[in-house]
């Protein structure tokens, strides 16, 4: 299984941070890096559905 760093790196090669804006939180939010990947969630906006 991949860590959550090894993907987190896997993505950032294909999107680089450089892309985002000064304000945007980058990155893993909440959780280990080291630990194996589960699963995925990706959201371009915090909505109410979305949390």
Same mark, same amino acid.
């Given at each position: 299984?991949?860590?959550? #760093?090894?993907? =987190?790196? !896997? =993505?950032?090669?294909? =999107? &680089? *941070?450089? !892309?985002?804006?000064?304000?945007? %939180?980058?990155? *893993?939010?909440?959780?280990? &890096? %080291? #630990? &194996?990947? #589960?699963? =995925?969630? *990706?959201?371009?906006?915090?909505?109410?559905?979305?949390?």
């Amino acid at each position: 299984m991949i860590s959550q #760093q090894n993907f =987190i790196s !896997y =993505i950032e090669e294909r =999107i &680089p *941070l450089s !892309y985002s804006e000064e304000w945007d %939180n980058c990155g *893993l939010q909440v959780g280990d &890096p %080291n #630990q &194996p990947l #589960q699963g =995925i969630m *990706l959201c371009l906006d915090a909505t109410a559905d979305v949390v």
